[in-house]
């Protein structure tokens, strides 16, 4: 039996990284736990000062939720796993319409408080490696 993934991104600030994934995404803010107005009166409520949360969900139901939280460490090294935002097209797309396509997502992305760090574009493949603005990398395929 298939499982329900869901995505726990560490952070610094839950609301403003759950702000730029929701434009990234197409993501939606999910409403806060039930018996609380918001997800910063749950994080008071159930964590201690420093603790504070936020989900984003697929307002599809498609794709996995993503939970945002706050932690006190920052992020000192590369990601031992990273997302892929698949936007060139399905396999097969020719390579000249899939590089227009990750550029134009790499320019949105770019706008909202993305860093592109470099593209790829070698005899197998076509993409982009950014940074969201906490630093997490993640790729433009």
Known sequence: MARQLQIAIDCAEPDRLAGFWAAALGYVPEPPPAGHA????????????????????????????????????????????????LTGGPRGTPKEHRRALVAAEVARLTERGARHLQTVDDE??????????????????
Not at 54 to 79: I, M, Q, T, W, Y
């Open 38 to 85: 918001s997800w910063a009166e749950f994080s008071r409520a159930v964590g201690d000062r420093s603790e504070a949360w936020s989900a984003l969900v697929d307002p599809d139901g498609f794709g996995p939720r993503l939970l945002f939280h706050r932690v006190p460490e920052p992020k000192v090294a590369k990601n031992r796993m990273h997302l892929d935002v």
């Open 124 to 141: 197998a493949d076509h993409f982009a490696v950014l940074q969201d603005p906490e630093g997490n990398e993640f790729c433009v395929c």
